[in-house]
């Protein structure tokens, strides 16, 4: 997208509501003197823990895990956002917009969702690394501000995103959820791309949502924290039920527009046999 140059300027806006109908703000780290209090979530729109996002955070600013990790990197968090616009060198504008944690694909309305590809690497074999197009989904983005005086150092070089920028004191992370490549896609394409089984093999991959191992536990699924936030995840009890069991094992994670490969055309999977809202095509051309 933006090929080996960063982008000369990074901006965001429309940034998320919390209950109250005020900006998203978590500044306020030394009243959480409870467990609950990290686990609860960051917005009606975007159901993450507020651990879940700080320990993210923490793990990318070289922070410990725990409160004090958290802490800081909570105090350097400005504003949590829709909209991110990056300028290029050659000066055109690319646009990411976060939609919260409901997948909006397939919805009339696709202004407020993007899908992106980030390169990895993956194992094949005991040894032999290949590189892989990974599918994400932007949840929100992240601004952080005054990163030198709340933490006493410097931004990491590997953070600084925008070129030629003296003495980078603030970044900004997309909240992205990992899509995996569906169990039934055996065949692999371009950069271990997911092949759509039958005839849109040529044209299409098939994805559905990551998850993390089996052994993975999310505080806001925790009984008192899910008792005061679970009207957030559907409108009845079963819908809510339904919302927890599909997202208690989400992978979620942070990166940077610098990680960014390519915009991803992704669609939900029209058939109705396949489980709603869980299994996606992303469209795609190349040589077969």
Known sequence: M?????????????????QHNEPVSLSDTRRWTHSDNWDAIICPDVLVSR????????????????????????????????HVTVTTVSKMKLHYWGSGTYNCVGKKSTAWQTWVEVEGCDRSGSTR????????????????????????????????EVQDQKNPDSATFFLIRYAAPHRSATLRGPEHRPLCPGPLKNTHCL??????????????????????????????????????????????????????KNYANVQQDPDPHLLDGEVFLQSRVWNS
Not at 2 to 18: A, V
Not at 53 to 82: T, Y
Not at 133 to 141: G, P
């Open 207 to 260: 994805w559905t949502w990551a998850s993390r191992p089996e052994s993975h536990t999310r505080g806001c699924f925790r009984p008192r924290p899910w008792s005061r936030h679970r009207r957030h995840f559907g409108s009845t009890p079963d819908e809510q039920e339904k919302r927890k069991v599909s997202t208690r094992r989400a992978w979620y994670d942070l990166i940077q527009v610098t990680n960014i």
């Open 51 to 82: 651990k879940e996002l700080l320990q993210l955070l923490a793990e990318k600013l070289h922070e410990p895990r725990n409160q004090d990790g958290m802490r800081k990197v909570a105090a350097c968090i400005h504003s949590i956002n829709r």
């Open 2 to 18: 933006i090929g080996d140059q960063k982008p000369t300027k990074i901006t965001t806006s429309s940034p998320f509501l919390d």
């Open 129 to 160: 690394r290949v590189i892989t197009s990974r599918l994400a989904f932007v949840v929100c983005a992240i601004h952080l501000k005054n990163i030198r005086a709340v933490m006493g150092i410097p931004l990491a070089q590997e953070l600084c």
